[in-house]
Nanobody, 124 residues
């Protein structure tokens, strides 16, 4: 049974930073790309960032490029999202995602599993 457990969300002022963590279990972590998506109230879930199964070639949404950094440690079955210079429009529920084998999950259609989500609120 695959489980993705996120942590690290919270309330922060604009310009601040947060670091989200996601610990995966249930299948060989190093064989699967990982990603982060977010969903704000009344909006569709959208792609934020993703990283390949080997940790190469991170991909970012234009809205977060240069402010967010995705990384992973296959020995710890963990993926992180470092979020700097946060803006009020980054407020959303953030979800960890595990893609199909060998696939970097940049769209919802190739996500096999989702975490339960963690709330990020950025005040102005």
């Amino acid at each position: 049974q695959v489980q993705l457990v996120e942590s690290g969300g919270g309330l922060v002022q604009a310009g601040g930073s947060l670091r989200l963590s996601c610990v995966a279990s249930g299948r060989p972590f190093s064989s699967y790309g990982m990603g982060w998506f977010r969903q704000a109230p009344g909006k569709e879930r959208e792609f934020v960032a993703a990283i390949s199964y080997s940790g190469d070639s991170p991909v970012y949404a234009i809205s977060v490029k240069g402010r967010f950094t995705i990384s992973r440690d296959n020995a710890k079955n963990t993926v992180w999202l470092q979020m700097d210079n946060l803006k009020p429009e980054d407020t959303a529920f953030y979800y960890c995602a595990q893609g199909r084998r060998w696939v970097t999950p940049t769209i919802k259609q190739v996500v096999d599993y989702w975490g339960q989500g963690t709330q990020v609120t950025v005040s102005s």
